[in-house]
């Protein structure tokens, strides 16, 4: 089923978090890191507009964590 996007692209930025969202929420494993990892460095952008998001990303990829 092909979706069409928002004057503004609202579609594609709305897909975007949810999927940040569940990769958050996701279990721990190395494919989650790999995944944030991409995201961080391929959509620095999209983190910066939306900056609760971009900070859990960061957390999430510091040792801190673990």
């Known amino acids: 089923m092909y979706k069409t996007l928002?004057?503004?692209?609202?579609?594609k930025i709305n897909s975007f978090i949810n999927f940040l969202i569940?990769?958050?929420i996701?279990?721990?494993d190395n494919e989650k890191v790999d995944l944030?990892?991409?995201v961080k460095k391929n959509?620095?952008?999209?983190?910066?507009?939306?900056?609760?998001?971009?900070?859990?990303?960061?957390n999430?990829?510091?040792?801190?964590?673990i």
């Open 6 to 11: 928002d004057k503004d692209g609202n579609l």
């Open 22 to 24: 569940y990769l958050l």
């Open 26 to 28: 996701s279990p721990y």
């Open 36 to 38: 944030l990892n991409i």
């Open 43 to 58: 959509y620095g952008r999209e983190l910066e507009a939306n900056q609760q998001l971009g900070l859990y990303v960061t």
């Open 60 to 65: 999430f990829l510091s040792f801190d964590l």
